[in-house]
């Protein structure tokens, strides 16, 4: 770095080159660091404060974190937005906001987000693609994960249960799940969607063609390729899906935390004599989540249970 830009968004351009060619970044990191970097610089901007890297100092951090309280962003989202920051300023010489020792506080509230009943078969109703279709009932009928849904093959589903591969490394710790009531039917449609990927890549190149076993594929000029597990295609699909049920941060989380608290209350209401631990352990091998405390915290299980400890307080 020779000479300081004029500009803040001409620095995040600098800071996304250094990012991408004299670091390990992924791409999908150094989009998202310079995508903050631009909101915070618009935020700082509208409150007519310095945003320029090398000038900014530990009070404006100290600032931008009391603004985000104010907002009331989880813990998680102030982190986010704190980093990109920090390694901002520090690229340009500027050690003061990295100096900064900030105590994050456990975020009591939700880690989680998920929807209402209605508002899941709201999502269910919507028009969808057959690969949308498919990705979406994985996670808000099955609880798969991202992952699990994206390496699905064609023999994962066989009779009335559906063979699952759990994240972690060499396809992770395989798990049974049984078949929605939809399921055979929201499959029958992707397989016929599949089928006709298949059928004109093999008319357009009928030697050359390969078909992978990955279920989920899609066409591309004339070859047939397969869904990343770091890709950002299913982001996508939850994105412009969320924007019509009027949930913006619809994402795999909010679908899989779902499915998990639907699961668990229904077994609660449907037991003779309510076995709140029993239930725990049948939606853990569900989810594939063998701790209980790590699911009773994913689900946001601890919080209604003290809302409903605070509705029978005597005072």
Not at 42 to 54: A, I, S, T
Not at 98 to 120: C, F, G, H, T, V
Not at 124 to 129: D, I, K, N, V
Not at 235 to 241: C, E, G, I, N, P
Request: with cysteine; proline share 5%; hydrophobic share 40%.
């Amino acid at each position: 770095m020779t000479r300081r830009p004029l500009t803040p968004e001409a620095a995040i351009e600098n800071f996304r080159w250094y990012l991408t060619t004299q670091t390990p970044a992924k791409e999908r990191t150094v989009n998202d660091y310079c995508a903050t970097l631009k909101v915070i610089v618009r935020f700082f901007r509208k409150e007519g404060r310095d945003c320029l890297p090398w000038e900014i100092t530990q009070g404006d951090v100290l600032w931008l974190l009391d603004s985000m309280i104010e907002r009331n962003l989880k813990v998680a989202t102030r982190k986010s937005y704190i980093t990109p920051l920090k390694l901002w300023c520090s690229y340009y010489k500027n050690e003061e906001p990295s100096k900064l020792k900030i105590r994050w506080p456990k975020d009591m509230r939700p880690n989680a987000d998920w929807l209402r009943e209605e508002q899941a078969r709201d999502l269910l109703a919507q028009e969808m693609e057959p690969f949308e279709e498919l990705f979406v009932h994985c996670e808000l009928c099955l609880g798969m994960r991202r992952i699990e849904v994206l390496r699905l093959t064609i023999q994962s589903f066989k009779g009335s249960y559906v063979n699952i591969l759990g994240k972690g490394p060499q396809d992770g710790k395989p798990r049974l799940m049984p078949y929605h009531r939809d399921t055979a039917m929201v499959l029958a449609r992707y397989m016929r969607y599949r089928q006709s990927v298949v059928a004109l890549a093999t008319s357009k190149k009928p030697r050359s063609t390969i078909v992978p076993e990955d279920l989920l594929i899609y066409l591309k000029g004339h070859t047939i390729k397969t869904y990343s597990e770091k890709g950002s295609g299913p982001d996508a699909w939850l994105k412009r899906l969320g924007q019509l049920i009027g949930y913006v941060m619809l994402s795999n989380h909010t679908l899989r935390r779902t499915f998990g608290r639907t699961m668990y209350r229904s077994i609660i209401a449907r037991s003779a004599g309510p076995n709140r631990e029993a239930a725990l352990v049948v939606v853990g091998v569900m989810m594939g989540i063998e701790d209980v405390r790590v699911l009773i915290d994913y689900l946001g299980i601890n919080l209604d249970d003290m809302a409903e400890a605070m509705e029978v307080f005597a005072l």
